[in-house]
């Protein structure tokens, strides 16, 4: 067995080079990723904005919050249950998801990496998504700007203040921006992967190719196959030709200098 791992690493060690190939696959799938990985930017704009603008509150049916609270802590606009309660009731919305984003915890951590509310201007509101799904990110911010116009609308009620104050519209068709990346930071773990298992199946190459060499590796196999003993060997006297060629040229080389 000792013999059998010896003579395998001897064959990796010599097949060093070999392992550079490990670098083909992992190089076609980077290109590969940053080819067809793209990113999605999707936003829609309302106007008018104001810090002090009134919108109802999600946790009673009379009180109200400012605008620009929800928009220091966005979360409170945008997790808040009943939005998520609605969300997971549109079948449509989340079809094209998987079983474990139709968990409301799943969809809140995809809310909150993915949306985002600012201003552009002192006059105008922005919600946005980033992401690779374009349907869903879509979806989303029509989904949010038309809850944001309601609670603006429903806050105007109840501060009374629908005189004095104009209604929040969406402004326009919201705008797609596509973008591709060369890298990202979660193609790392695939990365590792592809390169450990083209370290593996390569290592698994030479270690087969080296098994099935039917050559004589040792003289104690010769002696085993001829069934006679072995009274000694004559060794490889290559490398020593060698380095004493080097040897040569070295002095050579030392005596021109001279």
Same mark, same amino acid.
């Given at each position: 067995?000792?013999?059998?791992?010896?003579?395998?690493?001897?064959?990796?060690?010599?097949?060093?080079?070999?392992?550079?190939?490990?670098?083909?696959?992992?190089?076609?799938?980077?290109?590969?990723?940053?080819?067809?990985?793209?990113?999605?930017?999707?936003?829609?704009?309302?106007?008018?904005?104001?810090?002090?603008?009134?919108?109802?509150?999600?946790?009673?049916?009379?009180?109200?919050?400012?605008?620009?609270?929800?928009?220091?802590?966005?979360?409170?606009?945008?997790?808040?249950?009943?939005?998520?309660?609605?969300?997971?009731? =549109?079948?449509?919305?989340?079809?094209?998801?998987? /079983?474990? +984003?139709?968990?409301? !915890?799943? *969809? %809140?951590?995809? @809310?909150? &990496?993915?949306?985002?509310?600012?201003?552009?201007?002192?006059?105008?509101?922005?919600?946005?998504?980033?992401?690779?799904?374009?349907?869903?990110?879509?979806?989303?911010?029509?989904?949010?700007?038309?809850?944001?116009?309601?609670?603006?609308?429903?806050?105007?009620?109840?501060?009374?203040?629908?005189?004095?104050?104009?209604?929040?519209?969406?402004?326009?068709?919201?705008?797609?921006?596509?973008? =591709?990346?060369?890298?990202?930071?979660?193609?790392? /773990?695939? +990365?590792?992967?592809? !390169?450990? *298992? %083209?370290?593996? @199946?390569? &290592?698994?190459?030479?270690?087969?190719?080296?098994?099935?060499?039917?050559?004589?590796?040792?003289?104690?196999?010769?002696?085993?196959?001829?069934?006679?003993?072995?009274?000694?060997?004559?060794?490889?006297?290559?490398?020593?030709?060698?380095?004493?060629?080097?040897?040569?040229?070295?002095?050579?080389?030392?005596?021109?200098?001279?």
């Amino acid at each position: 067995m000792v013999f059998y791992l010896r003579r395998i690493l001897r064959a990796w060690l010599t097949h060093k080079p070999w392992a550079l190939l490990a670098l083909l696959p992992l190089a076609m799938y980077l290109v590969y990723a940053a080819l067809v990985d793209v990113e999605m930017q999707i936003s829609q704009d309302l106007e008018p904005y104001s810090a002090v603008t009134p919108v109802s509150a999600s946790n009673s049916p009379i009180e109200t919050v400012r605008l620009g609270d929800l928009l220091a802590d966005q979360d409170q606009f945008f997790l808040e249950p009943f939005s998520l309660t609605q969300l997971g009731r =549109k079948v449509g919305l989340l079809a094209h998801l998987d /079983a474990a +984003a139709m968990d409301e !915890l799943a *969809l %809140s951590r995809l @809310i909150h &990496a993915n949306l985002r509310l600012s201003t552009l201007g002192d006059s105008r509101l922005n919600i946005s998504y980033r992401g690779d799904d374009s349907i869903l990110g879509s979806s989303l911010v029509k989904f949010y700007a038309d809850r944001l116009v309601q609670r603006a609308a429903d806050g105007a009620k109840r501060a009374k203040v629908v005189q004095s104050l104009p209604a929040m519209r969406p402004i326009g068709e919201p705008i797609v921006v596509v973008s =591709k990346t060369l890298w990202q930071s979660d193609r790392l /773990a695939p +990365a590792a992967l592809v !390169l450990l *298992l %083209s370290l593996i @199946i390569i &290592a698994l190459t030479v270690a087969l190719i080296e098994l099935l060499d039917p050559s004589f590796k040792s003289e104690r196999q010769i002696a085993r196959y001829l069934k006679i003993p072995v009274l000694g060997s004559l060794p490889n006297a290559e490398p020593l030709a060698r380095v004493l060629r080097d040897e040569k040229t070295l002095r050579k080389e030392e005596i021109g200098a001279a």
